[in-house]
């Protein structure tokens, strides 16, 4: 019965070389997913705070910056 297995799995070893083309467009789909969802979710939180920032230089500057 081991050996059984034995030449099973030295039979699915040989033939499987590697990740296929499938499976990286898999992962790079997965992966642009999560950079939309992440600029998605924080990209009014950013915006923000960069609004916030350069508000605060124009009122302490003497001359007018443009954002």
Request: positive net charge; glycine residues 10%.
């Amino acid at each position: 019965m081991l050996d059984i297995f034995r030449s099973f799995s030295r039979s699915r070893r040989n033939t499987e070389d590697g990740a296929s083309a499938v499976e990286y467009g898999l992962l790079v789909a997965g992966i642009a997913a999560l950079i939309v969802a992440i600029v998605f979710l924080f990209g009014g939180v950013i915006k923000n705070s960069f609004s916030k920032t350069c508000g605060a230089i124009s009122s302490k500057g003497s001359a007018s910056a443009t954002c």
